[in-house]
């Protein structure tokens, strides 16, 4: 599964990257606007570049920065059509994004056979990534049994010589979401039926399902599960023999502790991370290993030791990069405040797409809480036009329609 972390966050380096780009869009009208916000008239700023609507791509690439891919409500069957087109071709920088948002869409909208064409149309990681995002999608439309015949649908099928590692992401997958909407007993059954796993693989379903246990407060269930994948992980990483490998491994056993509870644990194994791999090879998964480790972190409210990690970190952008993206998690999960403290701990204050993003949670935020004109004040401090874009969007989705 370690494929689909890293290209989901070279996804959203990314589309970072293209949201700090282009000129800055700002209607004439937006100042009436702003004085007076009204839900149509902000979403109008919010899909407007230099006096023209944004359209296709332009559109999608901005709720892509609105977190699309977790609310896909927010995309109109225009959207999802051009995400079809654009997942066709490998040159778009946000391809994986698009294929996505293509699923998703399709799925949502009951149209099965579509998303299964276009799966089928997919080749190298690309497919299995859409493959995984299928099995996801149909499993929360409550359609395991299509989720799981996926292999024999597929048109083309897939490579029968990696017909069993397809399988395997079906079920590690469908597992996974199963347990996420609280389908535990089924999710568990389906675990136990697995023969051609690995014990990273698991560890990762089980991981899910102590995760699912902790939501329903079932403290003994979730350290039952989170042991049995700490236990695996590192009969995984007894077994490996692949140099560089046994960092994702790591950081997965070290994010298993942060979920458990176990802070000091947590903080003594990252510094004996950093000092005996402490090398190129180690620099290069860092940010991603880190990211994985303090995510649990805040969801277990550990914020204190959250923060100390982040403001360990070395060199000065990367510290400031998982401060900001603290604070983007403490907005979006209802802790505004917090975030506020959390920016201002940032040692350069320059505007960096995580600030921005985090910015824009933090707009979002405000306006949920009813302080719309409070919200646009933030927004006025974003000045990367598709996360300014993303940010005004979600602005209005907090307003009254």
Excluded at 86 to 97: D, E, I, R
Aim: proline residues 4%; neutral net charge; glycine residues 4%.
């Amino acid at each position: 599964m370690t494929v689909f972390r890293h290209r989901f966050w070279l996804t959203a380096l990314a589309s970072l990257a293209c949201a700090m780009s282009g000129a800055l869009p700002v209607h004439a009208d937006w100042a009436t606007c702003r004085s007076k916000p009204t839900r149509a008239c902000v979403l109008e700023e919010a899909f407007s570049s230099n006096g023209r609507p944004l359209a296709g791509k332009e559109r999608l690439d901005v709720l892509i920065q609105a977190s699309v891919l977790l609310h896909i409500e927010y995309a109109t069957a225009a959207d999802i059509a051009e995400a079809q087109q654009l997942s066709q071709s490998a040159q778009n920088a946000n391809v994986t994004s698009y294929a996505l948002i293509a699923i998703k869409g399709l799925v949502a909208a009951n149209q099965k056979q579509q998303a299964l064409d276009l799966v089928g149309s997919f080749g190298g990681s690309t497919q299995l990534i859409g493959i995984a995002e299928l099995a996801r999608s149909l499993v929360k439309a409550d359609d395991l049994d299509t989720a799981l015949a996926l292999d024999d649908r597929l048109q083309p099928p897939p490579d029968p010589k990696n017909i069993y590692g397809t399988r395997s992401v079906i079920a590690i997958e469908a597992v996974k979401e199963l347990a996420d909407v609280g389908k535990i007993e089924k999710a568990r059954a389906l675990m136990m039926e697995q023969r051609f796993i690995t014990e990273s693989q698991l560890a990762d379903m089980q991981v899910a399902l102590g995760r699912a246990y902790a939501k329903r407060s079932d403290a003994k269930s979730a350290k039952e599960f989170y042991d049995q994948a700490e236990k695996n992980l590192r009969t995984a990483l007894d077994k490996l023999r692949v140099r560089g490998g046994e960092i994702p491994l790591r950081f997965s056993i070290i994010k298993v502790m942060a979920l458990r509870g176990d802070g000091e644990p947590v903080k003594q194994a990252l510094q004996q991370m950093q000092a005996e791999t402490a090398d190129a090879q180690f620099e290069l998964q860092r940010l991603v290993g880190y990211t994985q480790v303090i995510v649990p972190l805040l969801e277990t409210k550990q914020f204190l030791l959250a923060l100390d990690i982040a403001k360990s970190l070395t060199p000065v952008t990367d510290k400031d990069m998982m401060l900001a993206s603290i604070a983007s998690w403490q907005a979006t999960n209802g802790w505004p405040d917090d975030a506020r403290t959390t920016l201002s701990l940032l040692t350069d204050p320059a505007e960096t797409p995580p600030q921005q993003t985090a910015l824009r949670s933090l707009a979002a935020a405000t306006a949920r809480a009813g302080d719309v004109a409070g919200a646009l004040q933030i927004v006025g401090q974003i000045h990367a036009p598709k996360i300014r874009a993303a940010a005004l969007f979600l602005v209005a989705q907090a307003m009254p329609k």
